[in-house]
Structures are given as C-alpha cells and as structure tokens.
C-alpha cells in the first residue's frame, strides 16, 4: 500500500514537473514565431492591424483602401529607418571591435578573432531559422 502511495506522488509530481516544463517551451516557441512573423513578414502584420481595426471600427471598404494605403506608406518609411539604423550600428560594432583590437595582443587577436567567427556562425544559424527574410548584416559584437 505504501509503495503505491509513493508511486502516486512521483507520478504527479513528475507530470506537474513535464507538464510545465512543456508549458514553459511551448509558450516561448509561440512568442517567438509571433515577435518574428511580426518583423519579417510586413503583409501579415498589415493584415493583423487591418483585421483588428476593422473589427474595433467596422470600417466600410473606402476606409479599408485608404488605411492600407497609409499602413503600406509607413511600412516603406520603417524599412527606410531601418536600412539607416542598421548602417550606423554596423559602423559602431566596426569601431569598438577596432578599439578593442589595438588592446589586444596578436595571440589574443587571433582568439578574438575565432570567437567573432563562431558569433557570426551562430548568429546565421539563428536568423535562417526565425527570421525568414532578414538582412544580411554580420553580428560580430
């Protein structure tokens, strides 16, 4: 009797510990997806936006054209901000790694400069799974 006791208790225990676990990943999965469908894939985002506006407003067809239109108008401003943003950072992570650089000794340069590449690996390996259309921009820092 005992034993079936413990047993009990190990199986629940063990399926409240799995069960959360699994909670855990499968929450971080969806918003994962979520944050990178939402960066990627301007048209759905668009779509989301317009769906939800329209059920807030119910917005007849001429409104539906026009916010689209508004909506495709910022969607090209973003990309513009961000093609400017990105060139600045990339410049910023050229001159700390620079500066960094000239601290180092030529050993420690080359270890620097394997560990920038195994950054760089895994930050490809990243992008190609989540980020479906991202920029090619390198990562080193």
Do not use: P
């Not at 979520?34 to 990627?40: A, E, I, Q, V, Y």
């Not at 401003?77 to 790694?97: D, N, P, Q, T, W």
């Amino acid at each position: 009797m005992k034993n079936y006791k413990i047993m009990l208790i190990a199986v629940i225990v063990i399926s409240v510990i799995a069960g959360a676990a699994l909670g855990f990943w499968g929450g971080q999965t969806y918003i994962r997806y979520r944050f990178h469908k939402g960066l990627s894939d301007s048209e759905y985002l668009k779509a989301r936006i317009l769906n939800k506006l329209d059920n807030i407003l119910r917005l007849d067809d001429g409104q539906r054209a026009t916010i689209s239109a508004i909506l495709d108008d910022g969607i090209k401003e973003h990309k513009k901000v961000l093609v400017g943003f990105r060139s600045k950072m990339k410049a910023l992570r050229g001159k700390r790694i620079k500066e960094i650089e000239k601290v180092l000794t030529e050993e420690q340069k080359e270890e620097f400069s394997e560990w920038k590449e195994k950054r760089k690996k895994r930050w490809q390996r990243r992008k190609t799974r989540y980020m479906k259309g991202g920029d090619s921009d390198e990562k080193d820092l």
